[in-house]
Nanobody
Framework: QLGVMESGGGLVQAGGSLRLSCTAS????????AGWFRQAPGKDREVISC????????NYADAEKDRFTISRDNDEEMLYLDMKNLTPEDTAMYYC???????????????????WGQGTQVTVSS
């Protein structure tokens, strides 16, 4: 019954920064690990980062770990992705997703996530 919805996408110039937000509803967000994902046209969906239920543990895909930061605010039931030094290769539909917490960390695998948003488009111009 958990619902998640992304916002904050848009057009940004190369080298710029952007914050994406994800709002959870329908269930307690701190019962879930969560993550950010993206899919460019013609490409497979890929994992960017994940965060455990409390926000104390995170994992990043190797290609993104230097530029992207995941965080959450459980009081507000919000998930964030802060992106910097953006390039046109970052252009994609960005998704947040959640999965019931195992009480420890979070998975960096797509098929572990059960509840998905509809995505928010990020376009980076050269």
């Amino acid at each position: 019954q958990l619902g998640v919805m992304e916002s904050g996408g848009g057009l940004v110039q190369a080298g710029g920064s952007l914050r994406l937000s994800c709002t959870a509803s329908g269930s307690r967000f701190d019962d879930y690990a969560a993550g950010w994902f993206r899919q460019a046209p013609g490409k497979d969906r890929e994992v960017i980062s994940c965060i455990n239920w409390s926000g104390t543990r995170t994992n990043y895909a190797d290609a993104e770990k230097d530029r992207f930061t995941i965080s959450r605010d459980n009081d507000e039931e919000m998930l964030y992705l802060d992106m910097k030094n953006l390039t046109p290769e970052d252009t994609a539909m960005y998704y947040c997703a959640a999965t019931p917490s195992n009480g420890l960390g979070c998975p960096l695998t797509l098929d572990e996530y059960e509840y998905w948003g509809q995505g928010t488009q990020v376009t980076v111009s050269s």
